[in-house]
């Protein structure tokens, strides 16, 4: 938290980096600047918004108004909370301020659009991307879009990284500072570039998936270059990990091992026959993870996945770096990623992390001629087209992890169960008053 303070002291002594921008950016909440973002009708709508450390509540907001001609208000019929949205709960992502409205990933219908929209018209059922991005700048144009220059204004993210990456909606001022859609109505700026059009065949608790899982989970095994009859292994079976394992087998792997150490574990394996696992809590006194995979595939597997997180510290001396900032991420899971790779094999980090970390086995990664790569926030637009159409035709279905629906005015007790993995909860699907009624086939609704 103290970081948190020190982060904004440091933004307006370097300066907020506004050239070049192609929106306005760190409108986080229609309300700010005394409501000149909020609609001029001056109706309300409900929203969940980050209060301080571990403290999310639903507050009453202004609906967003259009800021910039590239605009369109969305009227959100569903959103879901993201395992990403419990870094920012905890306050461990920098720049987050009082009032921000979160939310990443959200479906809707078009409300209104800006005059400079092409191609989107009021009634239209869109999702969004988790990302903001320009569709202009060097990487929009090769759809890299999260790697965008010109959605982000934080200073602060350009001097910790070297270069800014682009702006990600409801996700703090160090990534632009956008209103979230985990809210009734939600500004997506320049949306041309930042929502997809659905067809009526996909309801919105799959479309939801097209936000952030499913091209996150698929960038993670097309970025580290999974091929047909490869062995495999993923930390974390959240909906990044489950989905990533999904990926693997449909790329042909021939074994993929998924981490974790809880319920997920018998969940992961009732939705993919072939899964085999661990359950990290429960190896021998002394044994190792690393070990383990050893004696499962012997010399290692082909390529790692992290997909947990850089806040998980597992062992008391990184615990305490990260409680006194003497460091912002563990390295135990990428060094079991690195130990449990055979020689020259790849590692692939798609679980966030957020700045330095310690006690890093740099001699593992160049001894072996490990790959590591770092996959980014994911480039959406990158499998958008082909993920739709896979969604069509049922190649994949999302909702094979979906285990819950809520109501929007629940939502900050969905944020506790997302963070405590209890109740079973894998990925909720949360409706807003104006959902449709549930799909077929999906969790019926809990009350919290
Ligand atoms: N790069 C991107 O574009 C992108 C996009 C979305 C999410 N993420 C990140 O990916 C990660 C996974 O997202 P999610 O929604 O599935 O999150 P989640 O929190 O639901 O799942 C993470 C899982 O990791 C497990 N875990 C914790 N410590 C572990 C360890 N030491 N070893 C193995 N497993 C461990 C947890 O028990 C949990 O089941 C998060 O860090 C999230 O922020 C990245
Ligand atoms: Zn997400
Ligand atoms: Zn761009």
């Known amino acids: 938290m103290a970081e948190n303070i020190a982060a904004k002291q440091l933004e307006t002594v370097l300066g907020h980096g506004n050239k070049d921008r192609a929106t306005y950016t760190d409108i986080s909440n229609p309300d700010r600047e005394g409501g000149r973002y909020a609609d001029e009708s001056g109706e309300k709508m409900k929203a969940l918004a980050w209060m301080g450390k571990n403290d999310v509540r639903v507050i009453e907001a202004g609906k967003p108004r259009i800021v910039e001609d590239h605009d369109a208000i969305i009227r959100v019929t569903g959103t879901t909370v993201c395992g990403s949205d419990v870094h920012l709960m905890h306050g461990v992502i920098l720049q987050i301020e009082k009032g921000d409205i979160l939310g990443h990933e959200f479906v809707g219908v078009v409300e209104a659009v800006g005059s400079a929209v092409t191609t989107l018209k009021p009634g239209e059922r869109v999702v969004n991307s988790f990302v903001v991005s320009c569709g202009q700048c060097r990487y929009c144009k090769q759809k890299l879009t999260t790697a965008c220059e010109k959605t982000n204004a934080s200073t602060l993210h350009e001097k910790l990284y070297g270069s800014r990456m682009g702006g990600i909606f409801g996700y703090s001022h160090f990534t632009g500072g956008y209103a979230g859609g985990q809210a009734e109505y939600v500004r997506v700026p320049l949306a041309d570039n930042n929502l997809m059009r659905l067809p009526h065949s996909i309801p919105d608790e799959k479309a939801i998936f097209l936000a952030d899982v499913l091209p996150t989970s698929y960038h993670s095994v097309d970025y580290t270059g999974i091929r047909e009859g490869d062995t495999v292994a993923i930390w974390g079976l959240g909906p990044i990990g489950l989905m990533a394992c999904y990926w693997a087998f449909l790329k042909g792997a021939k074994r993929v091992i998924?981490?974790?150490?809880?319920?997920?574990?018998?969940?992961?394996?009732?939705?993919?026959?072939?899964?085999?696992?661990?359950?990290?809590?429960?190896?021998?006194?002394?044994?190792?993870?690393?070990?383990?995979?050893?004696?499962?595939?012997?010399?290692?597997?082909?390529?790692?996945?992290?997909?947990?997180?850089?806040?998980y510290a597992k062992g008391f001396a990184h615990k305490l770096e990260l409680w006194v900032g003497a460091e912002q991420d563990t390295s135990e899971m990428i060094n079991e990623c690195l130990e449990s790779t055979r020689k020259f094999g790849t590692v692939g980090i798609i679980g966030d992390y957020a700045g330095f970390t310690n006690h890093f086995n740099v001699g593992a990664l160049m001894e072996r001629g490990i790959k590591l790569i770092g996959c980014g926030q994911a480039p959406t637009s990158l499998d958008w087209g082909d993920l739709l159409q896979m969604v069509e035709h049922g190649t994949v279905d999302p909702t094979m992890i979906l285990t819950h629906r809520f109501k929007l005015e629940d939502i900050a007790k969905a944020y506790r169960l997302q963070e405590k993995r209890e109740q079973g909860l894998v990925k909720c699907f949360v409706e807003t008053r104006f959902s449709s009624r549930r799909a077929e086939g999906t969790p019926e609704l809990t009350s919290l």
Do not use: Q, Y
Not at 288 to 309: C, N, Q, R, Y
């Open 258 to 311: 998924g981490i974790d150490n809880n319920e997920r574990i018998e969940f992961a394996k009732s939705k993919l026959d072939k899964l085999e696992t661990i359950n990290f809590s429960t190896l021998a006194k002394g044994e190792t993870l690393p070990a383990k995979i050893h004696e499962m595939v012997p010399g290692g597997v082909d390529v790692s996945i992290e997909a947990s997180g850089g806040e």
